[in-house]
C-alpha cells in the first residue's frame, strides 16, 4: 500500500536526511521525499499497519531533521 503526506521542511539536504529515515524504519518497502512538493510518499509492507508505521516514521525523522512536520 502506497500513501502520499504533507510535509513541511526546510531544505533540500534535510528532506534528503528525512528520506533516508524513512526508508529504514521496519515497515516501510520505500520512500520518496519531494522537497519542492513538499510530499512523502510511503510505501508500506503489506505485513505492518501503515499507522503504527508512520508513528516510527515520524520518530525517526525528528531524530534526524528535529524541525520537520509529516502530516497525517
Do not use: P
Amino acid at each position: 500500500m502506497k500513501k502520499t503526506y504533507r510535509i513541511e521542511v526546510d531544505c533540500a539536504n534535510c528532506a534528503n536526511k528525512m528520506e533516508a529515515a524513512a526508508a529504514k524504519t521496519d515497515g516501510v518497502t520505500e520512500a520518496t521525499v519531494n522537497f519542492m512538493a513538499q510530499k512523502m510518499i510511503i510505501e508500506f509492507n503489506e505485513d505492518h499497519n501503515s499507522d503504527e508505521v508512520m508513528k516510527l516514521v515520524i520518530k525517526n525523522c525528528k531524530k534526524k531533521v528535529s524541525d520537520c512536520e509529516i502530516y497525517l
